[in-house]
């Protein structure tokens, strides 16, 4: 299973027409189990059964609606662009998926990707759609019920290719070999900077950090004490509200600090000569000096006579 992330579009129009291999609108209600999962909380505001008639343009609707209804939520870069597409795809060589083993790894992935977490009332409007042989796309609304942008991990490849190992060996799916696996070589070492970026990235994890549990209990705790009797509920409640707010914003600067993170590692570094010792340096070649000229020694003086001696 080898999952994509597509760019993000301004309307789920795109998206959902490249799902089911043809455009929108779509009359009349799609093949039965093309949506085989969507967002749980749509059974609470629709009848039973009800979205299994819906045609392609309603479920595009259901998808704008967050869009529509906060027309001035936007992303951290300042878009609008709210959109999220994921597609997956099957190995040509692995069996036909049932529409509950379909529908577990749409959730599964949706729950990697950060668009679904269980018990959230206030998330994302999702779908996941079986429109083609061996490919499943998941399509959603990074606008929260709440008028909130939802916040992706900023290792969200990683995460998805992760969760893709995870059910290929559940599913008994067609393993997709790693680069380790293709090269026989040992995974590198990851640096200091990536090191530090999943650090920070799983403290400011949105969906099992140690920020999000506190930021957690401390709205909790702001929820039960505004109920409370007598004057200072209200104040304390309040004062707490703005605790969270500052943690949540603790979170985005810690996730926006390890993408920064990765990013420069991903730029080549500039090649930079290493000095080398003086002790350890090439020195020039001493030239041997040539020896002297052979000299012949001068002769010595001829002898005196004795009858000239005095």
Known sequence: MIPRVNERTHTPHDPLSEALGRSVPIEGGLTEHAIVAYWPGLDSYTLDDEQATWTATQWAEHLEDPLLEHPFASSPQDDRRAIFHLDARLHPDDRDLSGAEWAEAAHRLARAAGIETPGDKNGCHWIAVQGKPGRLDLIASLIRLDGAWQRQPADLLRRLSDEARRIEEDLRLTPIPTASQQRGSIQAVPTASTQFAMVLAQLADEQGGPLATVRGLVEHTAHRIARQPGATGPDTAHRLELIARRLHGIQQDLDT????????????????????????????????????????PAPPPPPVAAGLRR
């Open 257 to 296: 600090t390890a993408t920064r993170l990765n990013a420069s590692h991903s730029r080549p570094n500039t090649a930079r000569t290493e000095e080398v010792p003086a002790t350890e340096r090439e020195r020039p070649a001493v030239r041997a000096c040539p020896p002297p000229p052979h000299t012949v």
